[in-house]
């Protein structure tokens, strides 16, 4: 399988109004290539911010990190648990 | 065939950690903790308030990136152990729909002597906050709702 | 003849305040506060250790200068609602015969957001074991029992 | 009536083997010079610290507080509860 799964979270998934869909990916690329990929889907994607905080399989990543087939990728808005 | 000894699982049991639905009982998050050699037991509870940034507020909603907010959570309540030199510790979030007055979140820590009680449950809620990815939906008297982003104070 | 409305007696109750021979029940402490304008809740419990400076210890006696004790504790724990602007503060002390892990003393502090709650309860806790006339009789394993003074930390 | 009452609390009662003592005053006199009063009643209450916290009705007071009759004075070891 060589897709990677983008999740949005609370008022993401509200923006985009939907809170999961899966982008083909053939290889490696940047948290911050893989994030303008989900933007340039259409007008909904473009209003997530450019510099989201995402999370790669359940762990914060910087804009470096690699994002491959297999990984899930989550859009996290600043949080208020507590 | 095993070759580890029975008790191997109850060596350190950890800190307690849960995310749940389940309305929070305070007590129970407090029999968590508590040792004959502690001289401290300090439980925080987090309650939804009728207020926020001015506007009246009727009730709330918390929705949680589950895996994630369990994962993270666990790690700083081991952290906080790491810190404090035992593990009792003891932590539960709740999701859900809850109304104004309902506990939201509970810390309990017991530790020989009180200011590392305080520290720690202090800090850790500090880190909750921070880090844990769960956020609230708050609805408000005038029948508006909107999500909480960050924590202003 | 009085020309008080009668409402005036329930304008503010105070902080609730006790030192008693009875063993102190957590819930009921903590039962004292809270309020839909707050967002946190604190309970604070001291309970009688193992251990005090290296000795095995099997259990204490607390006694009080009854009269100042009562007077001194309500003064700190007003001085503490005033800081706070609200009366949401409880306090018990407990005397007599103690066996380890039984709760000496618990404080309940209530407050809109959790930092003034963490507040108040430590700076009370400190004040009361710098001012409040109560003390410690020791029994040690070893046989021995003596009266501690001072706090060493 | 023009006594004084002195109370011992805790070690101090130990010490001094009573938790109380009536001591005539007939005028107003320093506590620092009550407390002398006090240690010199014999061996057991000189054991008392010449500098031991008192309190007089209930507050604590300095060596210059005036004790009369009627009132309660109080021989405090350092406190210890919490």
Redesign the interface.
Known sequence: MSAVRALFLARYRDLVGTDEVELRVDAPLPVREFVALVRARGEAFSRLPAAATVAVNHEVAGPYTFVGPGDEVAFLPPVSGG | MSILPETEASVSAGPWVAISEEPID??VV?ARV?D????????????????AEGQHVDGLH????L???E??LRQLAEEMCARLGTDRIAVV?RLGTLE??EV??AVAV?S????E??AT??TL?EE??????????ERYESGRAA?????P?
Chains 1, 4 share one sequence.
């Open positions: 305070p007590s407090l508590g004959p050699a502690d001289g401290a037991v300090l439980l925080f509870l987090g309650t939804v308030r009728n207020h918390y929705e949680a990136y895996p994630m907010a994962k993270v979030h104004v007055g939201s979140v017991s020989p002597h009180r200011t009680a305080f449950a202090s809620m909750l906050k921070r880090r844990v990815p769960i956020w609230k939906h999500w909480v982003e960050g924590h104070r």
